[in-house]
Each structure stands twice: as structure tokens, then as C-alpha cells.
């Protein structure tokens, strides 16, 4: 079987959008080397659910501008990065075309709620409020950092040296609930700056407006070394704060689509497949052992 497409088009609003904002890194086309090949598993594409079969395409809601995560290429339209490779590689795997689509990050689990994608994929950390709305196949784990001014000049390094900071973050994040956690032990408050996407969170940084952003350690990394931007930001340190599971989001009553992602994420893991791609977008420390579902920790552990 050919390969399946990386990504498809996303909306040309939120593409303009995230242009227009000029400070996000946007991935590379694609990540150095060929992915290993994957051959169909026939009894895995026959689990698949009929409906699935029949329409021969899984649709992945997707907020791309989370690099090296998902991000739009350099033409402005298709989504790039591990988890449209991933994605596109289960779709090798299950015999069908695994199509991202770009979408509001906040909106993410309503839109599966309302049957509007199969599936959601976009960086999303399995919570027990989350779960709430939809099982998560775990795959990925990740813990939010501290992306501050390159030369750091208001000396912020750890997550108390934000308050009586401005922070800006992606709405509907993690990161959210992380800050007002934080606010307890502070003396002043932290000015939480809540934007649409976290390429609107850089802009803040970038042009003075927020004192630091915290996002997830891989976009962080990638923000602070890539060369088109790492003269502006700057990694505070390696510290990831509650670190938690990435999980691919499908809708509580499509139980026999979850159970085979689940196996066939598994599959890739066991064949070295899944390290192999992680690696080559320099993202491997995130890897995990097991695929699991639904396996939020607790917050703040």
C-alpha cells in the first residue's frame, strides 16, 4: 500500500491566523529520513468498526501550532509533525487514510461530541475532567515548562518566580490549571493571559505583553532551539511540572474504534516503529512502554 497523506488542508482563516501572529516555529515539511515501512494488518482493519471501513478515512481534529507536535508546513496548509506522522502511519497499519484537520484547541472535545471528527489527536493531556467527554488512548507523556525572553531578564526559573508575572498560555491547556494551582503559594497573583492558540501565547512573550509562557516541554524545546526563533525565547530549564499522558480522544460509546487504536498503536510500539518516528523529530524522551486508555494522574502529582 502507498503511503497515506502526512496531513490534509486546514481552515485558510486559521492559517492566516497563525501567519499573521509571526512568531510560531513552524516544523519542517518533513522530519529527516524516510518513515519504516507498515504494511496493512488485514484482522486489524477488519476490527475496525463497518462504518470506518466503509467511509475508508479517519478524521483527526487537530490544532497546529503545537510544533513539533502538529504545525502548519511551510505552505501554510498542510499539518505537519509526530502526531500527523503517527497518525498517518496507524492508517499504513489499519488499511485506511488517517485525514488531520485544523480546529480550535478549546473546542476540541465538543466538536467530537458532536460527531464532527472520529477522532481528536492535537497534544491533548488525559485528565479526569477530560475523560469526562471522551476515552484517551495514551501516547505520548509530557509536563509543562517555562518559556521566558532570551537572556531571561526578569530571572524567572522555576514556576514560583511567576508570581506577580504576566503568563500567557493556550486556552482550554493544561497549563491553565497548572498556573492557578500555582497561584495559591504566591503572595501576588499571576496575570494569566489565556490565547487561542500558543503561537498567540508566543506573540505575547514576544512583543512584551506577558513576562513568560508556559506550554508543554516539546513545543518549548522547539521554540528555544529552532533557528527561526530561538533568538527570541528561551528555555527557563529542563523541569517538566505534572507531567501527564497525551491521549488520542474518541468518543465514550465508539468503544470498538478505542480498542483498535489501542492494539494497533501497540503494534508499533512493539515493533520499534513508534520509538523510531519519535526519534526522528527529536521527540523520543516522550516515548511510552504501553499503550494504555485513560490513564490521567492526578493533578498537581
Known sequence: MTRTRRAVAGTAVLAAA?????????????AAGPAAAVAVDEELHAALPADVRAAGVLTVANDPSYPPASSFGPDGRTIVGFEPDLGATLGDLLGVEVRFEAAPFDTLLDDLAADRFDLVMSAVTDTAEREQQADFVNYFRAGSSIVVARGNPLGIHELAGLCGRSVAVEAGTVQVGLLERAQASCAQRIDLHELPTNDDALLELRTGRADAVV???PPAVHVTTDPRTQNSYQLVSDTQYEPGLYGIAVAPDRTG????????LQRLVDDGVYQELLDRWEVGHGAVDAITVNGALPAGS
Open 18 to 30: 497563525l501567519v499573521a501572529a509571526g512568531c510560531g516555529a513552524a516544523a519542517p515539511e518533513t
Open 215 to 217: 506550554a508543554d516541554y
Open 257 to 264: 474504534l478505542r480498542d483498535v487504536l489501542t492494539e494497533a
